[in-house]
């Protein structure tokens, strides 16, 4: 494996080179290479972590030395002539220090483009960042990549570490780089990978989407020791999975009820907001085993007696917070109780409070910016602020991405705009094309062209984009500089042309946010996802409704919560019941396999119960086994080249999948039908005569038939549009029901939501799947950052084997208000509603228009002189 020299560049080490052939003269039989799939040719050495090892190593025959002996020992000194190359290779496996995984992000865990960077905030206790440390990059790259000019590069809290080209198009490939004393502190560290990439072949726009780095967060992350000094303050230094969440075990002792229950809920959601996690995976049962994760114990001092380690915490009295260390080869326990119900309550609100903000500057910087820079309205921004940084770029497509968090109550329409002021500036003899493109949430939102062949250098490229592309929550802003020339037709990338900056984009760009209208849509998962709205709305406590309490949906609910949770930025007091009966004029939460619901909480949010139990029947009895699928997630050099979370993993369906074919419609009584006519039984070239066609054509060619045609569209469009004005219209007295949402048949979860009334206390959202474990599975995908940022609409269908999310907007949409009335506000919403509702708009203004001219005409007649 490639090591890192002091100067940051990878250089390999020869002594595994000898290592290597010292094992293949001491084998006595062929051995295969092991790659990262399994046995075949290995391209390179790749090293994973202790107890991480892709396949394990087979002992060797009696009578051979183990690899590594002397050579000549029980074998014959040269292979026979016959094997091949790959088989002459042996396998080589060193062990290694584990790493501390990266966190789960909205970015996911791809470089792609020309120039591109990922940032990680890692937080580490302080003993942990005295430590000797190593940066660890696994990684895979696209096969166009050319590795003589591409580069990968890590930096920790501005420090650059190291670097290396980019060349792994066919297997992983592990590199490191040792961190300098000193560049790590106590508390939040950034984490920095930046890839600069060029194509082999191909110097058009197009191809540079070919261009792309994986990272393999199974194996990247910093090579530290485990934390000595983890205190209930440093909980955010638990170290995540392979895919970047953290476990959560939540030990039983006894099946709880479901008050004991409703409080271990509490617990995962303050843990989760105390870790500031973007990615929780919760599970009930028993300990948790080895480096990742933390174990949950949650009850009154009664209920909790006789737990492993507890009995070391002395009595208990009052609220107790208490963090046990690593036992064996158990990850550490925190400990929440008390000596009764409202004790262990209060150590639920303790433990939200906690929280070490501390770290570097440029950790402590970079922490809150992972979940979007929030932005509130009447805003002045510089994109400095952002973390966007000034840079000049010789390549051919710019893309400069940041995030920004609208707030939950945001309402999208076009009633403002957001002005993007760039500052920067491009070179002389780019093509005529070359223009600037800025996106929102993956839509077209402006296109400014690069016209002058002279060059420019600009300082307030003004750009508008409308709030209708912006959502709650979550927005991803990408501004793309498409700038090709001539010199790419040659497509020398060596060439010192290539290396001449064709665009200057400076960190005083700004964005000017205007004031916001601020009401809740209703229905709409956007606000759900963005701020837990129905659910942290004044009033009677939002319900979480179980019907089912088995582990897997437990699972599901407890993950689910934690996720809002993170959303709403506090514990959210659920109520936990079984029945979904009753819960008019309160939120509700309801998650639960299908065959356990209601069929009037199904239609409730839009859903058909039959379409549901036609779909789903097929797997209904599917189960998402433990092991490399569902939560426990899968990774293959496949789904690493597709860039799909790894925890958006499903097993092959152990029931085929089949969709019922649907009713047939009845058969027509032939005694009802009218008797054919001649021309319906005479063939299709006899309905008419020649002179008769002849005739028609020439009076449509005569242009005779025109004005009617015309006439007869024009009243045709009139009327329907008089239609539509008169169905808004009615909708404004009485809310129309919406038609029932069509399934997905790939879906394997569903998140719906529909509300009775005109409250954000008459809403219910519905968390659904086939069974339990594919419930439990479905939701540890729904909740990966990269995911959960795109629920919007007021249905979401989730394919958890690959992440595919498809949405279905609302057809009628109510504005809910959530804040104290005034009158720039109500003067927001409303032009927002009236944008939203173009049919009304125009009949309200016809209608003023109308009353302008009686009134006009009435007072006209009282004026002047008539004249008889």
């Given at each position: 494996m490639p090591l890192p020299s002091r100067a940051g560049r990878v250089r390999p080490l020869p002594f595994l080179a000898a290592l290597a052939l010292a094992c293949a003269l001491a084998a006595g039989a062929p051995v295969r290479a092991q790659s990262f799939l399994g046995t075949g040719p290995a391209e390179r050495l790749t090293v994973p972590p202790t107890g991480d090892a892709l396949r394990p190593q087979a002992r060797p025959p009696?009578?051979?030395?183990?690899?590594?002996?002397?050579?000549?020992?029980?074998?014959?000194?040269?292979?026979?002539?016959?094997?091949?190359?790959?088989?002459?290779?042996?396998?080589?496996?060193?062990?290694?220090?584990?790493?501390?995984?990266?966190p789960a992000g909205t970015r996911g865990f791809r470089l792609s483009g020309e120039e591109d960077g990922l940032q990680y905030p890692v937080y580490l206790t302080e003993g942990q960042a005295r430590g000797t440390a190593r940066l660890r990059v696994s990684y895979l790259s696209a096969i166009s990549v050319a590795p003589e000019v591409s580069e990968l590069s890590g930096l920790v809290n501005g420090t650059k570490v190291g670097w290396t080209r980019i060349q792994a198009p066919g297997a992983v490939k592990v590199v490191e780089f040792a961190i300098p004393d000193g560049v790590l502190k106590g508390g939040y560290n950034a984490v920095t990978l930046t890839a600069s990439q060029r194509h082999r072949v191909d110097c058009s726009i197009d191809a540079t989407y070919e261009l792309w780095t994986q990272i393999d967060p199974s194996r990247s992350g910093l090579v530290v020791a485990p934390a000595p000094d983890l205190e209930l303050k440093s909980l955010a230094a638990l170290e995540p999975d392979e895919s970047g969440a953290l476990p959560v075990g939540v030990l039983l002792n006894e099946r709880p009820n479901l008050p004991r229950l409703e409080r271990m809920i509490g617990a995962v959601q303050a843990l989760a907001l105390v870790g500031r996690l973007a990615r929780p995976a919760v599970t009930f049962g028993g300990p948790l085993t080895g480096r990742n994760g933390v174990n949950l114990v949650v009850g009154t001092a009664t209920e909790i007696r006789g737990t492993e380690g507890v009995d070391d915490l002395g009595p208990i009295t009052g609220p107790r917070l208490a963090l046990l260390p690593p036992r064996g080869n158990r990850v550490p326990t925190l400990v929440v109780s008390g000596q009764g119900p409202d004790d262990v309550r209060a150590a639920i609100a303790q433990l939200a409070a906690l929280g070490d903000p501390g770290g570097s500057t440029a950790g402590t910087t970079l922490a809150p910016l992972v979940r979007g820079y929030e932005v509130h309205g009447g805003e002045r921004l510089d994109l400095e602020r952002l973390g966007v940084a000034t840079r000049e770029f010789n390549g051919r497509l710019l893309r400069t991405r940041f995030e920004l968090r609208f707030p939950a109550?945001?309402?999208?329409?076009?009633?403002?705009?957001?002005?993007?002021h760039l500052a920067g500036g491009y070179a002389a003899g780019l093509d005529s094309s070359a223009q600037i493109v800025v996106d929102i949430n993956g839509r077209n939102a402006a296109s400014v062209p690069l016209p002058y062949t002279r060059g420019e250098v600009f300082d307030d490229q003004a750009i508008p984009l409308p709030l209708s592309l912006w959502r709650p929550g979550l927005n991803r802003v990408e501004i793309s500089a498409q700038l090709p020339n001539a010199s790419d037709k040659v497509c020398d990338t060596l060439s010192p042309a290539a290396r001449q900056p064709r665009f200057l984009f400076l960190d005083r760009t700004r964005l000017e946010i205007p004031a916001l209208a601020r009401a809740v849509r209703s229905p709409d998962l956007a606000a759900v996802k963005a701020g837990a709205v129905p659910f942290v709305a004044p009033g009677p406590r939002p319900r979480l409704v179980l019907p089912t309490t088995d582990?897997?949906?437990?699972?599901?609910?407890?993950?689910?919560?934690?996720?809002?949770a993170i959303a709403a930025k506090r514990v959210i007091d659920f109520e936990l019941v079984s029945d979904a009966g009753g819960t008019e004029g309160r939120a509700s939460l309801v998650v639960a396999p299908a065959r356990a619901l209601n069929p009037v909480t199904i239609q409730s949010v839009g859903l058909d119960p039959e379409e549901i139990r036609r779909v789903w029947g097929g797997r209904a009895e599917t189960v998402a086994t433990p092991g490399p699928f569902g939560a426990e997630g899968v990774l293959t050099l496949d789904r690493l080249r597709r860039d799909l979370p790894m925890r958006c993993a499903l097993p092959p369906a152990a029931v085929p999948v089949s969709v019922a074919a649907p009713a047939a419609p009845p058969k027509p009584d032939p005694a009802t039908q009218p008797p054919p006519t001649a021309a319906a039984n005479a063939p299709s070239g006899a309905l008419a005569t020649e002179a008769e066609i002849l005739a028609r054509w020439d009076q449509a060619l005569s242009g005779s038939a025109f004005v009617p045609t015309v006439l007869r569209e024009g009243w045709s469009g009139l009327a329907n549009r008089a239609l539509k004005l008169r169905d808004d219209v009615s909708g404004l007295v009485e809310k129309p029901a919406g038609p029932s949402v069509s399934l997905d048949p790939r879906a394997s979860l569903i998140i719906a939501e529909g509300s009775s009334g005109h409250a954000l206390s008459d809403s219910t959202v519905l968390v659904t799947a086939p069974n339990p474990s594919m419930l439990k599975a479905s939701v540890s995908c729904l909740v990966d950052p990269v995911v959960w940022t795109r629920l919007v609409g007021r249905a979401a269908f989730l394919d958890a084997s690959d992440g595919t999310l498809t949405t279905v907007e609302p057809d009628h949409v109510a504005l809910i208000e959530t804040r104290a009335w005034s009158l720039p506000n109500f003067r927001l919403v409303s032009a927002a509603w009236l944008s939203l509702n173009p049919a009304s708009y125009v009949g309200m203004t016809l209608f003023m228009a109308l009353c302008l001219g009686l009134a006009t005409t009435g007072l006209v007649r009282q004026l002047g002189r008539r004249n008889d």
């Open positions: 009696a009578g051979q030395p183990p690899a590594g002996g002397p050579p000549g020992a029980g074998a014959p000194a040269r292979p026979p002539a016959a094997e091949t190359d790959a088989a002459r290779r042996p396998s080589v496996q060193a062990t290694i220090a584990p790493a501390r995984r990266l109550d945001f309402v999208p329409a076009d009633y403002g705009k957001v002005m993007l582990r897997d949906t437990a699972d599901a609910a407890a993950t689910l919560a934690a996720r809002l």
